[in-house]
């Protein structure tokens, strides 16, 4: 039994979820598994022919490296087993990441609710202590939305919440609290002589060169968990909530919700923890199990293969490239891939690739080429202006955008920073060579229209930095988190802006918030 909270992990973060959901349903969807070794060993070859999981020689034979994918979809309301069949089907959550749907926001909504007790966390093999009665990451969030707390180290994470946190009781919060600040004063002065004892590994026995090493292994897992929502980032060794998500956060806590009942009852429980977004309950009749025909087979293949497309540049229609490129991925003939990809993905599915776009904007140096490519791409893709990637040809801004509609040009200078503030350098080449200096990296005659940035976030001078650029260049600007893109593209998606509206938004001289949105 597990004295403390556990989340699986046979991947650390949660980017790679649909192709190994997609995978599995080529291979497991309306069969059977349990008992179903040579199902688990072909998953085990599909992951690893995918990338999605090291190759090299197995610890054993027997597919368990298969079930513990299973179960990572499993823990994450993605999957059932059909009790009257035996057989795999997917919750609605599940099928929503199948047709294209933004796996973050599907994600997070399953991060959200993930609970123990659950049916996974009582399952065979794991087994959560069952005085554990908790949604730990809507924990998690409250914590670093309290002004005491303001933000966490895995070590703190580690030692004291996912052993002692044991319920949302408003007791137990406050308890908590104290118990952090505790912590941050004593160090593990603070724990319990026999702590590593009482919380041990899994595996038994405490590794006395690293005795803490598999609660801190468990603290970042969750970390990278919650990472994925998109709700906060890390610097320093800390987590903090994004300023610009600090409201919604809010919002979602001040909702009571229960917990899911009877997670004992696997199918019931994964059912109703697998009720996606756009739904209020699973009502759906799946007593009658869906022939396995060529033609289902092609069809979960082609989807296979377009998930692993979407997560790696933005989709927003079907082209004659596109199911090109998917016939060449499956051998499956023309006709077919592109009557699947019509039907099952009618308008694309960015949202797959805005997952990929929110972690370059932190990443600092390492990616920044990639996060200029990238919006490159979104502006081309989703917005609809004539781009040029002009960075790599030195003092340049990142991207020129064209608009011949509305007669103007733009440009922009992306920061993988999580706290970005334009230093005098940086002023002084927006000023005096980007905007001053447009015909080095332009043969357009248009205007000069903006000028924004796009980072990860901003320090509290940005609004007058950019108020200073305006007042010395006369071209109105902006500074734009990428969570905002994010909003920005999902706003899109549901009604267009025009150049002109971009125009406005990207002109406010000052950061651009939500409400502006």
């Not at 009582?122 to 409250?142: E, M």
Request: charged share 25%.
């Amino acid at each position: 039994m597990l004295n403390y909270w556990w989340v699986t992990r046979p991947k650390r973060k949660l980017n790679s979820v649909p192709e190994v959901l997609a995978a599995f349903a080529d291979l497991s969807l309306n069969q059977e598994w349990d008992g179903q070794r040579d199902s688990h060993l072909a998953y085990e070859d599909a992951l690893e022919n995918a990338g999605l999981k090291r190759k090299g020689e197995r610890r054993d034979h027997t597919g368990g490296g298969a079930r513990t994918y299973k179960a990572w979809l499993m823990s994450l309301g993605l999957i059932f087993n059909q009790e009257s069949t035996g057989m795999i089907k997917l919750t609605l959550a599940g099928e929503a990441i199948m047709n294209g749907e933004s796996p973050v926001a599907i994600l997070t909504n399953q991060i959200l609710k993930y609970q123990f007790p659950s049916a996974f966390s009582v399952g065979r093999g794991v087994q959560v202590a069952s005085r554990f009665r908790i949604r730990p990451f809507r924990f998690l969030l409250r914590l670093l939305d309290d002004s005491r707390i303001g933000s966490l180290s895995e070590d703190e994470i580690a030692k004291i919440i996912v052993t002692e946190a044991e319920n949302e009781s408003d007791r137990c919060y406050e308890y908590i609290v104290k118990r952090v600040l505790q912590y941050r004063e004593e160090g593990d002065k603070c724990l319990e002589d026999d702590f590593l004892l009482k919380y041990q590994s899994s595996k038994g026995g405490i590794n006395l060169e690293h005795p803490y090493s598999h609660l801190q292994d468990l603290a970042n897992k969750l970390v990278n968990w919650l990472e994925y929502t998109q709700f906060v980032n890390r610097d320093l060794g800390r987590v903090f909530l994004l300023d610009a998500r600090r409201e919604e956060v809010r919002s979602i806590l001040s909702v009571q919700t229960s917990m899911i009942d009877r997670p004992e009852q696997q199918e019931y429980f994964q059912r109703k923890f697998g009720v996606d977004v756009k739904h209020r309950k699973d009502n759906r009749d799946l007593i009658k199990s869906m022939t396995i025909t060529p033609k289902v087979i092609a069809r979960q293949k082609v989807m296979q293969a377009y998930i692993t497309e979407s997560l790696n540049r933005p989709i927003t229609k079907i082209s004659n490239e596109l199911v090109d490129h998917i016939v060449d991925a499956t051998g499956i003939d023309g006709k077919t891939v592109e009557e699947v990809l019509i039907e099952t993905y009618p308008r694309g599915s960015i949202g797959s690739f805005m997952t990929k776009y929110f972690e370059m904007a932190f990443k600092g140096r390492d990616e920044a080429t990639e996060f200029e490519k990238a919006t490159v791409e979104l502006f081309r893709d989703v917005f609809g202006y004539q781009t040029k990637h002009v960075g790599p040809m030195g003092l340049t801004p990142d991207v020129l955008l064209v608009s011949p509609e509305c007669s103007y040009q733009a440009i922009i200078d992306n920061k993988a920073y999580s706290n970005y503030s334009i230093n005098n350098d940086h002023r002084n080449r927006m000023v005096h060579n980007y905007l001053t200096n447009i015909s080095r990296y332009s043969d357009r005659e248009y205007p000069m229209a903006f000028f924004t940035y796009i980072a990860g976030g901003f320090g509290t001078a940005i609004d007058k930095q950019i108020e200073s650029i305006y007042e010395e260049s006369g071209v109105r600007g902006s500074a734009v988190s990428v969570t905002n893109i994010i909003k920005m593209v999902e706003k899109h998606q549901e009604s267009a802006y025009t150049h002109q509206d971009l125009r406005n938004l990207f002109g406010v001289n000052r950061q651009i918030l939500m409400r502006d949105l």
